[in-house]
């Protein structure tokens, strides 16, 4: 007992003191550090696009426009054009976007309406067991489970999924792909047949890759509408479905729009499962099953083994590329900011 | 009851009243309208939710189904075979994938960390902390692809060679905003009266960061670098063109084997994905398999972490 009364309460340099000059000296230095660092982040972001865009000058000059609008990338004949691959770019990101969306939203609303609790619950009550202390508590331990499996989703690396998708979902939708082209082959979206890798099974991995960051922002968007609007809907005798889509959707829109406009920036970008299942064709076509090229597969692609004349080019087309994720991006966080203070004001 | 009803309002009312309810939209019946459209769209948002756990599922099945047949001892300890040739590894890929996570998170953390200190305590309203914001939310947006851009171009230009080097800076700028906003939270986080309570004794800013504020909100911040250390190891876009891919182990001939090209987990799985050989590709599911459960093993410990400063 003595022992411990005896031990000080402070320790030799106790803090409840007026700091020292040198004290005072290392703050400061302190403080300016970690601003020194906050500014570094701000350069780095500087450094990045003109270090881009610096290697970019000797090209832009030489190809002009003509590199945007030309159709034809041959390193040996120095003819350098990148609309299919903005085509492609484009184009598999708006197929995944319409894919992904759809799963994605269903699952936000899914989640966010505790669907999977309420039949869980549902279904206890038939066996009469819901006040039982574990079986009460299951419920909300499966939503909690699933909203788990769905950010694992996000946590399998690309390359993975690209593999994945070269041997599980083209041999999957090979055969209906092919029927469908044998008849229905008069439409444009049908017009090829896919003979392996395509736009196709592309889009449909990108679809799952984004699914993910729609479904968690849209989910905190569907949560975070007041619950006063959801009880005076089932106070005017709303169904579940009423509700959800007359109100709570509606009031949440703007962060789904915003969730969905921040997966297309990330599909926009998204390399491994392109380069390795959309077939690195320089084709403009609108058909579903035919090869394609995209900017970061061609960047990935020719990065590896590219020459003096040919960095700057490549350099030409990541600069367009960035252009294009950052304008995409901007504007998706611009909306996700105007519905949060929305959703703030609606409180 | 019913007497006084029709006592108030008469009988003829009283008659279509009860007619009313008795037919009425308080009642839930599938063969009307609205309440078959709800049921119906309970079951496809529930299919629809199934049908996006379907490639979690089939992934992992295909994991384990054609990665751990390929699973050996020697898969961790040796180099990678050649076409149709017996055995192999990819021990070098693993060590490669490791070195370069390390060398970009000793450069991403104590910059981030520093950088959300500034954000979080010494000038959380300036005009700097919210370009700062800015800039890390436009560089977690960014593709992956462009750091690889960016590092090919300020490294592998500079120094003439593709390098682990160039690798882990390449990965650092991915792991860069992530750090930077999760740390910020983090910090955000802990108790003002915490705060308030170092300040009142007297202490500096700087004493209040580094023995108070830091060791409190240091699982939040490791969470945040646990989740960007997984996001970095399983990244392949920059690293197929900064550190390339090699045979042979980065620490064979000592620490300089690291400023040529290095191999990664990622980057062997790209390669022998393509690969008309079996073994090769039975390499790159078992590479996949190791990929993945590193991946979840430190999303996992990140997620533990979190759960800990919570309870």
């Known amino acids: 007992m003595a022992t411990t009364l005896e031990r000080p309460i402070v320790d030799a340099r106790p803090i409840s003191r007026p700091p020292t000059k040198r004290e005072i000296y290392s703050d400061r230095g302190f403080r300016l550090l970690t601003g020194l660092f906050a500014w570094a982040t701000v350069a780095l972001l500087v450094f990045i696009v003109l270090e881009i865009g610096a290697k970019a000058v000797p090209s832009m000059k030489t190809e002009g426009l003509g590199f945007i609008t030309g159709k034809v990338w041959d390193a040996n004949a120095q003819q350098y054009g990148i609309l299919p691959q903005i085509w492609g770019t484009l184009y598999s990101s708006a197929i995944a976007l319409v894919i992904g969306s759809i799963l994605g939203v269903a699952v936000a609303v899914f989640l966010s309406e505790r669907f999977l ?231 | 009851m019913e007497e006084t009803i029709v006592r108030q309002i008469g009988r003829d009312d009283a008659t279509r009243l009860a007619a009313l309810i008795s037919t009425a939209e308080l009642q839930k019946s599938l063969r009307r309208p609205r309440s078959l459209f709800s049921f119906a769209m309970n079951f496809v948002t529930a299919s629809l939710t199934f049908i996006a756990l379907a490639p979690l599922f089939s992934v992992v099945y295909m994991l384990v189904v054609r990665g751990v047949h390929a699973l050996s001892l020697a898969v961790f300890t040796s180099l990678p075979p050649d076409a149709n040739e017996a055995g192999g590894g990819f021990g070098n890929a693993i060590a490669g994938t490791l070195v370069m996570v390390a060398i970009a998170a000793s450069m991403s953390v104590p910059f981030g960390i520093l950088a959300a200190v500034y954000l979080a305590e010494v000038g959380p309203e300036t005009k700097l902390a919210k370009f700062v914001r800015f800039s890390a939310k436009i560089l977690s947006g960014f593709p992956s692809v462009l750091a690889g851009v960016v590092a090919y171009g300020a490294v592998v230009l500079l120094t003439g060679g593709f390098s682990a080097w160039a690798g882990g800076v390449a990965l650092s ?139």
Not at chain 1, 277 to 287: E, H, K, Q, R, T
Not at chain 1, 320 to 339: E, P, R, Y
Not at chain 2, 255 to 271: D, E, F, M
Request: glycine share 8%.
């Open chain 1, 117 to 347: 609790s309420t039949a869980v619950f549902k279904l206890l009550k038939v066996f009469g067991k819901q006040f039982h202390p574990f079986w009460g508590k299951l419920p909300d331990q499966l939503d909690a489970l699933l909203k788990n499996l769905i950010e694992l989703l996000a946590a399998i690396p690309s390359v993975v999924y690209g593999l994945w998708g070269i041997f599980v979902i083209i041999p999957l939708i090979r055969p209906p792909c092919n029927w469908l082209h044998d008849h229905l082959g008069w439409i444009p979206l049908f017009g090829t047949s896919l003979s392996g890798p395509g736009m196709l099974p592309a889009s449909l991995v990108l679809a799952i890759m984004i699914l993910p960051t729609i479904s968690a922002i849209s989910r905190d968007a569907l949560v975070a509408v007041p619950p006063k609007l959801r009880e005076a809907a089932y106070g005017l005798g709303a169904t579940r479905w009423e509700a959800i889509l007359g109100v709570i959707v509606p009031t949440a829109q703007i962060g789904i729009i915003g969730s969905i406009l921040l997966a297309f920036g990330r599909a926009l970008g998204e390399t491994m499962a392109l380069a390795m299942l959309v077939g690195n064709a320089n084709v403009i076509s609108v058909s579903l099953f035919s090869p394609g090229n995209t900017l970061a597969a061609l960047l990935a692609n020719n990065f590896p083994e590219a020459n003096k004349a040919n960095v700057g080019v490549l350099m030409y087309a990541a600069l367009v590329l960035m252009a294009i994720t950052l304008v995409v991006n901007i504007f998706g966080s611009l909306v996700l900011q105007h519905s949060a203070a929305r959703t703030r004001g609606a409180r």
């Open chain 2, 173 to 311: 700028l991915l792991m860069l905003p992530t750090v930077i906003l999760t740390a910020e939270d983090a910090i955000r986080m802990v108790h003002p009266r915490i705060r308030e309570a170092a300040i009142g004794m007297g202490a500096t800013t700087t004493q209040t960061i580094c023995r108070i504020l830091l060791p409190t909100a240091m699982p939040g911040i490791l969470t945040g670098v646990m989740l960007a250390v997984a996001r970095a190891a399983g990244e392949t876009a920059p690293l197929l063109f900064t550190a390339l891919f090699s045979n042979y182990w980065p620490f064979s001939r000592g620490a300089s084997q690291l400023s040529g090209p290095t191999a990664s987990l990622a980057v062997l799985i790209y390669n022998f994905s393509g690969s008309p050989f079996d073994n090769l590709k039975d390499m790159a599911w078992a590479a996949s398999l190791v990929l993945v459960v590193l991946v979840l093993a430190i999303n996992l410990i990140g997620q533990s972490l979190s759960r800990r400063r919570v309870g």
